[in-house]
């Protein structure tokens, strides 16, 4: 049987996965909630790009895991709607910067991610320390926005694992994205599970 690891940034999300997958909490004196059945391994990360980065690399070190998938929600930086849910084919960082060339490659990097076969409309993703309540603090051209997909996607790469990265939109990175994203939480996760059903 394939072990799947998912790594999640809040609880809030976290909490319906656990529901549609009956998963178990665990206590594995580790620094992170974890839950599991047969199949599925699931750390609750916490947000931003430092915590999914260690999440996911104790979740691989200590699982073994043989695919990892990236789950959660995501701010529109293009018009797409809210509630709605989609696979990533890629995703970029939007907030590194530096001006040595040695090193540009890997924090300019795009990673790619798996895409079912028999989906037409995925989306590309951009990640930053950022919550983004201005579409103008993002410079790239990427769709949608959030602060863990970049850091999980790189460690898979690193240890050399399948991604899926699966993104619910939550608002739409503007000045009220902030009340949007609690409002919006249910709708835009319950889609995220319909896809997360689709490669499990």
Excluded: W
Excluded at 32 to 59: H, R
Excluded at 166 to 184: P, T, V, W
Aim: proline share 2%.
């Amino acid at each position: 049987m394939t072990k799947i690891g998912i790594v999640c940034a809040m609880s809030e999300e976290v909490e319906k996965i656990v529901t549609s997958f009956d998963l178990k909490s665990v206590d594995e004196h580790l620094p992170y909630n974890i839950f599991k059945n047969q199949q599925i391994i699931l750390i609750e990360s916490s947000i931003g790009k430092v915590s999914s980065t260690l999440a996911t690399s104790l979740l691989i070190e200590r699982y073994s895991v043989d695919r990892l998938i990236n789950i959660g929600l995501a701010g529109a930086l293009k018009p797409i709607a809210t509630g709605s849910a989609y696979f990533v084919n890629s995703v970029t960082q939007h907030d590194a910067f530096i001006p040595f060339l040695e090193y540009q490659n890997d924090l300019y990097q795009k990673i790619n991610c798996l895409v079912p076969d028999n989906v037409d409309n995925s989306l590309t993703l951009t990640t930053g320390d950022q919550f983004i309540d201005n579409t103008n603090k993002v410079t790239n051209d990427a769709d949608i926005v959030d602060m863990e997909g970049f850091a999980v996607a790189y460690v898979a790469k690193k240890y050399k694992l399948p991604i899926t990265v699966i993104k619910g939109i939550s608002d739409d990175a503007n000045n009220s994205s902030k009340q949007e994203l609690f409002k919006n939480l249910n709708i835009a996760m319950d889609q995220t599970i319909k896809l997360l059903k689709q490669v499990i």
